[in-house]
């Protein structure tokens, strides 16, 4: 069985029966590749296909599992997490070989007691494109410089974290399931540039909700630091509005907006430095933490 195969069973299984359509959807692919494969595990004995009048009084066809497909998709399901534990422990064994191979970065970076400084970065107009509440990871990219910028950093030793609201989630406008899959773009675009996210720390909750973690609360930012022993004194928070800028100076972070001159207001909270580009913020945070090298790129 292949994996398109696999995931079709997989669909089928999560909502007991379903349109040829909406599978197309959950598994994207084409109404005739869905169609071939409906047909193949039909006459595998794995899908029945049952025949009703939709609204418009036309024949119509909706799919479920039988038995044999059930217990089929156990099996497969098994399978396919063995090969995937048998990827992980591989890729494990390329990090663990990396980690070792570039222990001189975390030495150099690591304080005397030991704390490790971070950059905490806003999502949504900071390494994003903010598109108001993305639902889909179709509406997800990336802000040019944000990789190389964050390559670079990440190359000296600063430990990288995301740190954003998305009321979306508590207002209704988007499901948990739809914000994990914009946020899975996001991680997956910066690692294919070679961009290793450390964590992820994101507030769900909607304004009125009353809720210690949503932005300018720096308690994102204080569980980072206790997670990863970050020293927050030598850390920096990015962003591009002032809840951001506010946010990493309740930290004890020093600041940085990415933001043009011309979009800053009167009320603006001042950031310890702005730029209108990755590339100065790359730079104004490698010449503070490392005053004495140059840094040539």
């Not at 995301?162 to 209704?172: E, H, V």
Request: net charge neutral; charged share 30%.
């Amino acid at each position: 069985m292949n994996e398109a195969q696999f995931r079709t069973l997989r669909e089928l299984s999560s909502e007991g029966e379903i349109s040829q359509r909406d599978l197309s959807k959950r598994i994207g692919l084409s109404l005739g590749s869905v169609n071939f494969i409906l047909k193949e595990l039909i006459k595998q004995g794995y899908v029945k296909a049952q025949r009703f009048k939709n609204s418009n009084n036309k024949a119509a066809y909706i799919y479920v599992l039988t038995p044999k497909g059930i217990n089929e998709r156990v099996r497969q399901t098994q399978y396919f997490l063995r090969l995937k534990m048998e990827e992980y422990e591989k890729l494990q064994r390329e990090i663990d070989d990396l980690r070792q191979e570039n222990a001189h970065l975390d030495e150099n970076a690591a304080g005397t007691d030991g704390k490790r400084p971070a950059v905490f970065i806003d999502r949504d107009g900071t390494i994003m494109v903010d598109v108001g509440y993305p639902k889909y990871a179709r509406q997800v990219s990336l802000i040019p410089g944000a990789v190389r910028a964050l390559r670079e950093l990440r190359r000296q030793g600063f430990l990288i974290i995301i740190i954003s609201n998305q009321s979306g989630i508590g207002r209704g406008y988007m499901t948990r399931r739809q914000a994990d899959n914009v946020h899975k773009r996001v991680i997956s675009l910066l690692a294919n540039s070679g961009v290793e996210i450390d964590d992820a720390c994101y507030c769900p909750h909607a304004p009125d909700e009353g809720c210690k973690c949503r932005k300018p609360s720096p308690e994102m930012l204080f569980e980072a630091a206790r997670k990863f022993n970050i020293d927050l004194s030598r850390s920096f928070m990015i962003g591009d509005r002032d809840v951001d800028i506010e946010t990493g100076r309740n930290a004890g972070c020093r600041t940085l907006c990415l933001r043009s001159v011309e979009n800053r207001t009167a009320e603006s909270i001042l950031a310890d430095y702005e730029s209108g580009d990755w590339e100065g913020l790359m730079r104004y945070i490698l010449d503070s933490a490392f005053p004495e090298e140059t840094n040539a790129f």
